[in-house]
């Protein structure tokens, strides 16, 4: 995109009388023709568009975050309804901040607050389970046979009595570390969920909201009928609470919005010294955002806590397109053209520029189309609305609004007073050192060999980089975050965390009480339990075993899977009084359970592996019985993190394809294709070093970024090439062209760096930190991606697009005009 160049200088027009209105293509004479419709037009949109936007809801989907279309998540999507909790389970923990459970008035708490959460829209009631359930269930071996029960006494009624007995019942029914604290301080509710709502989805937000004041606070803070505190302290871990926890943090997150936006203001205004039009980018900028919200809730998208920054992104790409707009409106005013005939001439001059660059801007987010996540997608979709949106508003809009309040003279004189400066070569010592770059062969080798060690150094830092979470509990949250906290609380008490690995085995009807099936199963956990990271292992072998054992006088001899079918029928049927969730009603789909120490991306690789390897050495008749991968929290973690792995590369690869397509179609020029994309991958490879070194994964929630840094980056070299090539194929030299390619253009390529880097970088400072984290790698990648611009482009110009380069061309095409001539005259 060439802004402003005044290479090609408009005649000075003082009068518009004087001005022909069917000058120019059809656009411009639609637009400027036609000022007062198109300003109706556009008010008339916002005020629709602007009703829509405030109906636009705040939600996300378990589903939208996982790639459905992966092998592994269709074997949990085709048997979720066998599988409950194998999913999205949320599990409530209520600590006794007085004692241990064995507590009347704890147990009384924790039974409202087992009835609060059953009642709660979206709960699987017929799969909750806890010490007041019904199907929480302990059983014992006695001489008379197996005899059993709810874990809870029937008829409890607090006294000392019924709390022994439900001391006995719990180990009896070995609830230890699993719905029991191993310090006997708390105990588990696990809440697996479902979809529900009028659309047929789960409100996350809502049910956060209801976790958070009718359990929470309700409980911690609420005081009991007598008049006391209940004494107790309630710690939520799952996905619904950590999506709940991501909407809430969006609330903070908008008055960063605020703070962007007078940034930018103050940055625009200290670059123009003039509040009209400023005030004209920011507002149109606004006003872009509110359309590309407004046409988000049209085709019925939701804002979720991934496409919620792209809002960011477009009012800051808005505020640098606007920059080009103004600026070279202000030089043709301050050259003493009228404010329309001024808009006119930069719409002629920058139009078909500026749709080339937001085209750029559009490749980084198109690409995100391709990888298989569908909340990814989304965000595509919405950050592609919000490109085709800035046409409207900033490329047309705002030209037709400055033609109307143009701006301040004293802001005109300092634009022509900065330009005249500059062809002085007065424009300020940075400005003239740039020159050097493209000037002389040292300062470009110095240049071109210190990014190149850059990269390599960046290159082999960040072969470290890893796929999927580095930190336990839930690094979209702040580590000292409440969610985490309450993790890592759960994780310390509990032998059975959260981080469910589970195996689907699926068999014929009735398959899964056989022999050889149980036996294989049961192989496969024993190779699981070779792996540190998995502290327990749970089947239907196991349950099995130990009622075969229990049906011998507890012989330990017993303690073994039986060849015996009748024995096997017999486990099966007291395993569905106790533990239904082992097997399906068909008894053809069981689940392996592993539970993990965490859900590092290296431990779920490991588990993974172990998997799909006793699967490759053992195989089995898929008739008879068929090993699945994969189903539970981590499970479906680990899928996603597959298909993230093999995205980030194929998305590089297509960002990189496209943006290196429409260089080639701009520029014409391989050598300046090269010159342009080259400071990009640099940068694309420092951004991933500086993810090593942040610590920070790639994940559904990082991936975007290096493709939107590609897509945005690459309008610097837009920015300056354009004018460079256009003075080189003048006849000017490599120093004079660039020199002239920074007069007109350099300051307002900085100031669209700092611009778009100081719109994302009060992201640092939210709530959420995969949004902070957000911020921080794509401030590093605009401010780098205009340093790699001003530095690097002159530097390998002075090498791939040099005065010799040119002056054989120049002779070419003179040599081919001759031959075409001599032909000509003899006729042929």
Request: proline content about 4%; aromatic content about 8%.
């Amino acid at each position: 995109m060439a802004p402003s160049s005044g290479l090609d200088r408009m005649p000075v027009v003082r009068e518009l009388p004087d001005f022909p209105r069917d000058s120019g293509n059809w656009l411009e004479r639609a637009v400027f023709n036609h000022r007062l419709f198109v300003t109706l037009a556009c008010l008339v949109a916002t005020l629709v568009l602007g009703f829509f936007a405030t109906r636009v809801s705040l939600n996300a989907s378990f589903e939208k975050m996982i790639p459905v279309g992966h092998p592994y998540i269709q074997n949990y999507l085709q048997n979720r309804s066998e599988l409950r909790g194998m999913g999205n389970t949320l599990r409530v923990v209520v600590e006794n901040e007085n004692g241990d459970i064995f507590d009347a008035r704890y147990l009384e708490a924790l039974k409202h607050i087992n009835d609060d959460l059953f009642l709660t829209q979206g709960v699987d009631r017929a799969w909750v389970k806890s010490l007041w359930t019904p199907a929480t269930r302990w059983t014992e071996v006695t001489e008379e046979g197996f005899q059993g029960g709810p874990v809870m006494p029937d008829n409890f009624d607090g006294k000392s009595a019924s709390v022994e007995k439900l001391r006995t019942n719990v180990a009896r029914a070995g609830l230890v570390g699993s719905i029991v604290a191993n310090d006997f301080k708390s105990s588990a509710i696990v809440a697996p969920l479902l979809d529900g709502g009028k659309d047929g989805r789960l409100d996350y937000w809502r049910l956060s909201r209801e976790i958070e004041s009718q359990i929470r606070d309700k409980y911690e803070r609420g005081l009991a009928p007598d008049g006391k505190p209940w004494g107790v302290k309630v710690h939520v871990i799952g996905f619904a609470k950590i999506i709940g926890d991501l909407l809430d943090g969006l609330l903070q997150v908008m008055m960063y919005f605020g703070a962007a936006t007078v940034i930018a203001g103050l940055l625009l205004y200290g670059y123009t010294r003039c509040v009209r039009s400023t005030a004209m980018v920011l507002a149109c900028s606004l006003v872009a955002v509110l359309w590309q919200v407004g046409l988000v809730r049209l085709v019925r998208l939701e804002l979720d806590p991934y496409s919620m920054l792209v809002p960011f992104l477009v009012f800051a790409i808005g505020v640098s397109h606007g920059a080009q707009k103004m600026n070279g409106i202000m030089q043709d005013i301050g050259r003493g053209t009228h404010r329309l005939v001024a808009a006119r001439y930069t719409f002629r001059r920058l139009f078909l520029a500026g749709v080339t660059a937001l085209m750029a801007d559009a490749v980084g987010f198109a690409v995100l189309m391709l990888i298989p996540i569908p909340v990814i997608r989304e965000l595509a979709l919405t950050a592609s609305i919000g490109v085709a949106v800035l046409i409207f508003t900033n490329l047309l809009l705002l030209p037709v609004l400055l033609s109307y309040v143009g701006v301040s003279p004293a802001a005109a004189e300092r634009s022509l007073k900065v330009e005249r400066e500059q062809a002085a070569g007065q424009g300020g010592r940075f400005w003239s050192l740039l020159d050097n770059f493209a000037a002389k062969r040292s300062w470009a080798l110095a240049a071109v060999l210190g990014s190149l060690a850059l990269a390599v150094g960046g290159f082999a830092v960040s072969l470290q980089l890893q796929v999927g979470d580095l930190d336990p509990g839930a690094p979209e949250l702040r580590p000292d975050s409440r969610y985490n906290r309450d993790n890592a609380f759960v994780t310390k008490n509990y032998s059975l965390s959260s981080d469910l690995f589970a195996v689907i085995v699926k068999t014929p009807k009735e398959g899964c009480l056989k022999y050889d099936t149980l036996a294989h199963v049961d192989r496969l956990a024993w190779e699981l339990q070779q792996l540190p990271e998995v502290r327990a292992t749970q089947g239907l072998q196991d349950v099995v075993r130990q009622i075969t054992a229990g049906s011998f006088e507890g012989n330990p001899k017993w303690l073994t899977i039986s060849r015996n079918q009748d024995v096997l029928n017999y486990g099966a049927q007291q395993a569905t009084v106790n533990n239904p969730e082992l097997f399906n009603t068909e008894c053809s789909v069981m689940p392996l359970v592993a539970y993990l120490s965490d859900h590092k991306a290296e431990t779920l690789q490991k588990v993974l592996a172990v998997v799909e390897n006793f699967v490759k050495d053992h195989p089995t008749d898929p008739a008879v019985v068929q090993i699945l991968p994969a189903a539970g929290s981590a499970g479906i973690e680990a899928a996603t993190n597959i298909v993230v792995h093999q995205a980030n590369r194929t998305m590089l690869l297509y960002v990189y394809a496209a943006v290196i397509a429409l260089c080639f179609l701009t520029f014409r020029s391989w050598r300046a294709v090269l010159v342009a994309v080259i400071p990009l991958v640099v940068t694309s490879i420092l951004c991933e070093a500086l993810m090593v070194w942040l610590g920070i994964g790639v994940k559904v929630a990082t991936l975007p970024v290096i493709a939107l840094g590609v897509g945005i980056g690459v309008d610097y070299a837009l920015y300056l090439l354009s004018v460079q090539l256009a003075g080189q194929r003048r006849g000017l030299t490599l120093a004079r062209a660039y020199g002239d390619a920074v007069m007109f253009t350099g300051r307002v390529v900085a100031l669209v760096g700092v611009t778009l880097a100081a719109g994302v970088i009060t992201w640092a400072f939210s709530p959420i930190k995969f949004q902070a984290d957000m911020g921080i790698l794509l401030t590093f990648m605009f401010v780098w991606n205009m340093v790699g611009a001003l530095v690097l482009i002159p530097a390998l110009s002075h090498f791939l697009l040099n005065d010799r380069h040119f002056q054989r061309a120049a002779i070419a095409e003179s040599s081919g005009a001759d031959r075409f001539l001599a032909v000509a005259e003899r006729g042929g």
